[in-house]
């Protein structure tokens, strides 16, 4: 398998002030990539979205009314958590916030596309991850399904097939569940969510039996209960489950001690650790692989969205 990293510049939310409204870092992308360059250089491995998702792939997943209240800010702030932004002009809400986060979707098509390709990859986007986001309205700093929305265009375009496993490695520190909305009835789609389970949005709905690996951590779950049960679970998913014809990795970092959204206690070591436990299931099992980036709001973001960006082409570069 070969490693690719996605990227665009404007990835960022480059809307001068948010970050005093919101504890996420607009420009932990840009920030993110600016290490990766200073490592890697440039190469063949790095990618970029032409443009930004279309709205006919997005409509494969969201409702034509939910798009279009996008076009209010009220909507879009409630859905940032962040209500100054209902009185932003509908111009610069679209500049600085809608079409960074469209770029960011079409990377998880791109990582997709290439995931799925001629000898597979695990392919990185260095944006993505919305989580949170539902068919018919945004929550939790999310306004478009990325993840679901890849599925479904792969699907259109011949690349999957709807019975073809998936499998979702969910590790960011809150559960996924505007994923869950747009997905979890699908039969070929299996998901493994790591979440602590006492901040938003709480506990999985379901029977704990029938979703054994819906995975609720207690606040502040430190290094060795979070990895320990990394190492458990991460393997019994993937056994439990047909071989996937692709993986999607959710690798939040907002896990790491300090962030004050995740509310875990996972060092920056712990969760570079976490990365390569997955990586190396990945790898060892040749699995095709989409790794999104999520959660993160501390200065330590960047860098572990960097470090795990560097450990994916180092350890497939050889």
Not at 76 to 91: I, K, T, Y
Not at 136 to 164: M, P
Not at 182 to 191: F, L, Q, T
Request: with cysteine; hydrophobic share 45%.
């Amino acid at each position: 398998m070969k490693p690719i990293l996605v990227h665009r510049p404007d990835y960022d939310l480059a809307l001068y002030g948010l970050e005093r409204l919101h504890p996420f870092d607009g420009h932990k992308f840009s920030r993110a990539w600016a290490l990766v360059e200073r490592r890697l250089g440039g190469g063949a491995f790095a990618l970029r979205p032409d443009g930004p998702v279309t709205v006919e792939d997005l409509l494969r997943v969201h409702t034509a009314d939910y798009l279009q209240s996008l076009r209010s800010p009220a909507i879009v702030a409630r859905a940032l958590e962040v209500r100054a932004l209902r009185f932003l002009p509908r111009g610069l809400m679209e500049r600085h916030i809608l079409q960074p986060m469209r770029l960011a979707v079409a990377g998880t098509i791109l990582a997709m596309q290439e995931a799925l390709g001629a000898g597979g990859a695990i392919a990185m986007n260095l944006g993505g991850g919305f989580h949170h986001a539902f068919r018919d309205h945004g929550e939790g700093f999310c306004l478009y399904a990325d993840a679901a929305v890849a599925i479904a265009a792969a699907r259109a375009h011949g690349l999957l097939t709807a019975t073809d496993p998936i499998a979702v490695i969910d590790l960011d520190a809150h559960r996924g569940n505007g994923f869950w909305d747009a997905c979890g009835a699908d039969p070929a789609i299996h998901v493994l969510d790591l979440y602590n389970f006492q901040t938003y949005p709480g506990l999985f709905p379901g029977d704990p039996d029938a979703f054994p690996f819906q995975i609720p951590l207690k606040a502040n779950s430190a290094d060795a209960p979070y990895l320990e049960t990394v190492r458990e679970e991460l393997p019994k998913f993937l056994q439990s489950i047909p071989r996937p014809r692709v993986v999607i990795y959710n690798a939040g970092t907002d896990i790491v001690r300090g962030d004050p959204v995740g509310r875990l206690a996972v060092s920056p070591d712990g969760v570079r650790e976490r990365d390569r436990l997955v990586l190396t299931a990945l790898i060892e099992r040749d699995l095709p692989a989409v790794i999104v980036t999520s959660g993160g709001y501390t200065t330590a973001s960047h860098e572990l969205i960097a470090d795990l960006a560097i450990a994916v082409v180092e350890r497939l570069r050889g």
